[in-house]
């Protein structure tokens, strides 16, 4: 009986910082979002196109599929984001030379130079956020990012998907 209590309170501690850690999640995303805002209204890009710019690697091309994966998105969404960067000349797309079925995609020169501007304005603005945290908190601070970073990157989607469908 005593460890179906302590196993209840374990459940219980486990769902309120559940609950908390989802909570700060979506002030963390809300409030990153607003700072990238900042960086990327005074260059007439979204925040969604600035991601889909630093996805792409500064001097090379790669394929439409590659972007999409990088970026986690389906190749059609991918294609549509990708339209509205061509149109702003920030990224250039051809079929690959060896297999005309491949679209390589890559930063025009203007988007190479947005992007390393982007960069450097994001920098700046988290070494300022950086000094508001307590300088014997940043290393911890940083290592619990990194942490979640890992935790979620490496979560077994199908798996998690099976667990809240009621599976085994």
């Not at 290592?143 to 998690?160: F, G, M, N, S, T």
Request: aromatic share 2%.
């Amino acid at each position: 009986m005593h460890q179906l209590s302590a196993m209840t309170t374990k459940q219980v501690e486990t769902a309120a910082l559940a609950a908390r850690m989802q909570q700060l999640m979506y002030t963390l995303v809300r409030n990153f979002r607003q700072c990238d805002q900042m960086c990327v209204s005074r260059h007439g890009i979204t925040v969604s196109q600035s991601s889909t710019l630093m996805a792409f690697p500064l001097k090379s091309e790669i394929t439409m599929n590659e972007l999409s994966e990088t970026m986690g998105l389906a190749n059609s969404t991918m294609t549509r984001a990708v339209d509205h960067l061509v149109q702003k000349d920030l990224v250039t797309r051809r079929q690959d030379d060896r297999d005309r079925r491949v679209v390589l995609v890559g930063l025009s020169p203007e988007g190479q130079e947005l992007r390393r501007r982007l960069e450097t304005e994001k920098q700046l603005l988290f070494q300022e956020l950086v000094r508001d945290i307590p300088e014997e908190q940043r290393a911890a601070t940083l290592h619990a990012l990194v942490l979640v970073i890992e935790v979620l990157a490496k979560a077994d989607r199908d798996d998690l998907l099976l667990r809240w469908n009621g599976g085994p």
